[in-house]
């Protein structure tokens, strides 16, 4: 079975501090792999999209690896601020369009 | 373009009664998936759909699921009839699949079912 797994389930930082957040997959077959944000009662938004060819991925506070061989990918959060506090979803593609999703990482920034 | 469009937003109904969600896809997406989101087991993909057709029903839970989609700005999922432990977020979301990977997710519809 291909299991996603996101730890810890919730943690909180101080505004200012950078954040890590890990994901780790059992099959590294893997396609793309994806960090979502999701915010209470909201849906879920695509912040990095990286390719199986691809080592890591940047978009402005973000940067996000991929290391297949150890299955495992991190999420860098620079300088946290309270708007970064949300839910987190790790979320592998084996190709077949069927996401395995990741159970998330609930962050709060604390002012 | 608006985004991936759901409604109904929150719905509360029996136990029995028949729910449909409704979705709207982004205009030009070719792809699109029905996930439910429990705290028990997170996200799991229900169906999708390419091109307006069903291509993987693996995760539909039981024969009180269904959907459709009849054309391409418009699916449906129903539930009939509901239990509550049907109770969950349900997400529409949708995919280009000639222009990348990304996926783009509705607001999702809140079912309670009591």
């Known amino acids: 079975k291909q299991e996603v797994t996101q730890i810890p389930a919730a943690l909180s930082v101080p505004e200012g501090e950078n954040l890590v957040l890990n994901c780790s997959f059992t099959d590294s077959a893997i396609y793309n792999l994806q960090w979502f944000r999701q915010d209470p009662g909201k849906g879920l938004t695509s912040l990095l999209l990286i390719q199986s060819s691809q080592r890591e991925q940047t978009s402005g506070r973000l940067n996000a690896s991929l290391d297949k061989s150890s299955g495992r990918s991190t999420l860098y959060i620079a300088a946290s601020q309270p708007g970064d506090s949300a839910t987190y979803l790790c979320?592998?593609?084996?190709?077949?369009?069927?996401?395995?999703f990741g159970k998330g990482n609930q962050v709060v920034v604390i002012p | 373009d608006a985004g991936v469009i759901q409604s109904p937003r929150h719905e509360v109904t029996e136990m029995g009664q028949e729910v449909t969600l409704r979705c709207k896809p982004i205009?030009?997406?070719?792809?699109l998936f029905w996930y439910r989101q429990t705290m028990m087991r997170g996200l799991e993909l229900l169906i999708y759909?390419?091109?307006?057709?069903?291509?993987?029903d693996s995760g539909m839970p039981e024969d009180r699921f269904s959907a459709k989609m009849p054309n391409a700005s418009f699916s449906t999922l129903k539930i009939q009839p509901s239990e509550p432990r049907d109770s969950a977020v349900y997400f529409c979301?949708?995919?280009?699949?000639?222009?990348?990977?990304?996926?783009?997710f509705g607001e999702g519809s809140w079912l309670t079912v009591v």
């Open positions: 759909f390419n091109n307006n057709v069903p291509i993987d």
């Open positions: 979301a949708s995919r280009d699949g000639f222009s990348g990977n990304t996926i783009y």
């Open positions: 979320a592998v593609d084996y190709g077949n369009n069927r996401l395995a």
């Open positions: 205009s030009g997406h070719d792809y």
